[in-house]
C-alpha cells in the first residue's frame, strides 16, 4: 500500500464482532476499509464462549432482561442505553441466522443456557461453548466474499486524522499509508491483555482507547475492569477461561478445603453476578492463603458436561484434568474493559463521524459490573446502530487541505515486549481486583514514566493503562467491580460516571447519555 492510496466511504478499524458486523452492514451503502492490527481468528470476540443473551424465550421478555441489567450495573447503568439493547437484541440474533449462523436448537426451539445474574434462561450459543468462534468465523467468511470489503489484516493505525473537528480516516503502519473515510468506526477492542493473568488474547491492549483520546474524544468509566471469576490457575496453562454456563448448568464453587462458600456470600450462590463471584474467590484465596479455588461438576451428568462443554473439557484434558471427574483450579482473571469511548444511543463519539462500538466504547449499558453474555450482544447492537446513523446523517466529503496531523505517535509502531511485560506486572500489582491509595499512586507514577520515554504502541499501552489507574484513584468506594480496599463501602455521591478529555480534568457527570440523533 503506497501512502494516500486508499480512500473508502467507511472504515473500520477492528475485526471482532462488532467490526464484522459492521463491515458488513455498511457494505450495503458503499466501500468498506476493514482493518485489524492481527488477524480475523485473533479477535477477543472469537474466544468468547458464553453465549449472547438475548430475550427470545416465550417465559422471558425485554423488561426482565432490563431488570437483571440494571442490578447487575450497581446503579450506574443507563436505562436509555440498555432498554436499546434489551428491545433490539432478539432482531439481531435473526438477523445473524439470516446470515447463515447456526445456533444450538432443541426440539422445542433455541437451547438456552442461564449465567450468573440472570433470572431466566436465556443465553442463545453455538457450538457449545465455542459461539463466540463459530459467530466470527462465519461472518469472517462472509467479509472474505464481499466485493465491498477490502480486508487489511496485521496493519495497526498509528493516528486517526481530522479536517475541521471530524474524524476523516486513519494513518496506518503499512508504509505510513493513509486511509481516508466519510465514516469511522472504532471497534479495537478492551484492554485487559495489559494485565498478566487474563483470559483475552494479546492484542487487547486498549490502543483504540488511546486513538480516540488523543483527537480528544471523551471517555468514560475507566476504572471498571471486570474479572472473570473462574479461569484455570494451572501454572503451565495460559489463564484459559471458564465460562460462566459452567455454573449455569449447576457447577459448585469450594475453596481449598473442600468448602462450597458461595452460599455464605450471596443468596444466589453460584449463579450471583460477577463482581459479587470474582470477590468472593479474592477472599476465599486471601483467608486460606491459596492463589486458586476449585470449580467442581463432579455431580453433573458426564455425557452433559462433555457436550455442553465440550472445548472447556477438551482443554481441561490437555492439562491433565477431566471436567467430569476432577476438582478444576481457577482464579480471577482481568477479562473485560467496562469503560471506553464515550459515545451516545447511535455509537456516535464525541468527535464528529468518529463511531465507536463493542469493548472498545462505553455506551452505559454495562453500568459497574457487566451482565454475563451482554457483551456480544451489545457489538451487535450498537454496531447496527452505528452504520444506520451513520447513513441517515450523511457526512462532508473529506478535503485534503484541511486534513488535520493528529497527536498519534507517528514511529515505532512495533511492539517493545519488555516495557508491555512492565505495564502488565503494574496493573497486575497494583491496579487489579482490589485497588488501594499508595499502589494507584505508584503505578500511575511509574506508568507516566513509561509513557513519556516510549513511542507507538507502547506508548499508546501505558497511556491507557494510567488513564485507568487515574480514574481508579479518582473514584474513592467501591462499587461494582471496582474494589478499593481503603474505601470498602458503595457512595451514593459517586453514582456517576467518570468523564477523562485530554485537555480537562477528570470529573463526574450524573447520566452518561447525552442529547442522541
Not at 122 to 128: D, F, K, L, Q, S
Not at 298 to 306: E, F, G, I, N, S
Not at 430 to 454: K, Y
Request: charged share 25%; aromatic share 6%; proline share 4%.
Amino acid at each position: 500500500m503506497r501512502a494516500d492510496a486508499l480512500e473508502s466511504d467507511f472504515l473500520v478499524i477492528g475485526a471482532g464482532l462488532a467490526g464484522l458486523y459492521a463491515a458488513l452492514r455498511a457494505a450495503n451503502y458503499g466501500s468498506v476499509c476493514l482493518l485489524t492490527k492481527t488477524s480475523l481468528s485473533e479477535t477477543n470476540s472469537a474466544w468468547a464462549q458464553g453465549g449472547i443473551a438475548a430475550a427470545v424465550d416465550e417465559n422471558d421478555s425485554p423488561r426482565l432482561h432490563l431488570e437483571d441489567t440494571l442490578k447487575a450495573g450497581r446503579g450506574l447503568c443507563d436505562e436509555r442505553a440498555v432498554d436499546v439493547l434489551v428491545r433490539e437484541g432478539p432482531q439481531c440474533i435473526k438477523e445473524l441466522e439470516k446470515l447463515g449462523v447456526a445456533f444450538d436448537r432443541t426440539p422445542s426451539g433455541y437451547e438456552l443456557g442461564r449465567e450468573g445474574g440472570h433470572s431466566r434462561r436465556r443465553i442463545v450459543h453455538a457450538g457449545g461453548s465455542s459461539t463466540g468462534q463459530r459467530v466470527v468465523a462465519r461472518l469472517s467468511e462472509l467479509v472474505l466474499h464481499n466485493p465491498n470489503i477490502t480486508l487489511i489484516e496485521h496493519t495497526p493505525v498509528i493516528n486517526l486524522l481530522t479536517a475541521d473537528g471530524a474524524c476523516v480516516g486513519a494513518r496506518v503502519a503499512r508504509e505510513q499509508a493513509t486511509v481516508l473515510a466519510r465514516v469511522t468506526v472504532l471497534a479495537t477492542g478492551g484492554a485487559a491483555a495489559l494485565y498478566h493473568r487474563t483470559t483475552n488474547p494479546p492484542g487487547a491492549t486498549g490502543e483504540g482507547i488511546a486513538l480516540a483520546y488523543r483527537i480528544g474524544a471523551e471517555l468514560a468509566d475507566l476504572e471498571f475492569i471486570q474479572f472473570h471469576p473462574t479461569a484455570l490457575a494451572v501454572p503451565t496453562a495460559r489463564s484459559f477461561l471458564i465460562s460462566e454456563a459452567v455454573r449455569g448448568e449447576g457447577a459448585y464453587l469450594l475453596n481449598t478445603q473442600g468448602e462450597r462458600f458461595m452460599p455464605k456470600y450471596d443468596e444466589r450462590a453460584e449463579l450471583a453476578p460477577r463482581d459479587v463471584v470474582a470477590r468472593a474467590i479474592f477472599e476465599e484465596m486471601r483467608k486460606l492463603k491459596s492463589d486458586h479455588v476449585f470449580l467442581s461438576m463432579q455431580h453433573l451428568k458426564p455425557d452433559l458436561v462433555r457436550s455442553r462443554f465440550a472445548n472447556i473439557y477438551e482443554v481441561c484434558l490437555h492439562y491433565g484434568l477431566d471436567l467430569t471427574r476432577d476438582l478444576i483450579p481457577v482464579a480471577p482473571a482481568a477479562h473485560y474493559t467496562i469503560g471506553g469511548v464515550r459515545t451516545d444511543l447511535w455509537a456516535e463519539t464525541t468527535v464528529k463521524n468518529l463511531f465507536a462500538i463493542g469493548e472498545v466504547s462505553c455506551t452505559g449499558v454495562h453500568g459497574a459490573n457487566r451482565l454475563a453474555s451482554n457483551s456480544l450482544l451489545e457489538c451487535l447492537v450498537f454496531a447496527r446502530r452505528a452504520i444506520e446513523a451513520a447513513v441517515r446523517q450523511g457526512s462532508s466529503p473529506f478535503r485534503r487541505s484541511k486534513l488535520g496531523n493528529c497527536e498519534g505517535p507517528a514511529s515505532g509502531v512495533g511492539l517493545a515486549e519488555q516495557g508491555l511485560d512492565q505495564i502488565r506486572r503494574v496493573m497486575t500489582e497494583h491496579v487489579g481486583l482490589v485497588r488501594d491509595r499508595s499502589g494507584l499512586e505508584r503505578a500511575i507514577a511509574e506508568l507516566r514514566d513509561l509513557e513519556t520515554t516510549s513511542s507507538g504502541l507502547l506508548r499508546d499501552q501505558a497511556l491507557v493503562a494510567r488513564l485507568i489507574a487515574q480514574s481508579a484513584l479518582f473514584r474513592t468506594e467501591t462499587r461494582g467491580v471496582h474494589i478499593r480496599s481503603d474505601f470498602p463501602n458503595e457512595d451514593p455521591a459517586w453514582q456517576a460516571h467518570s468523564i477523562v478529555h485530554k485537555d480537562r480534568p477528570l470529573r463526574l457527570e450524573r447520566h452518561l447519555q447525552r442529547e442522541s440523533l
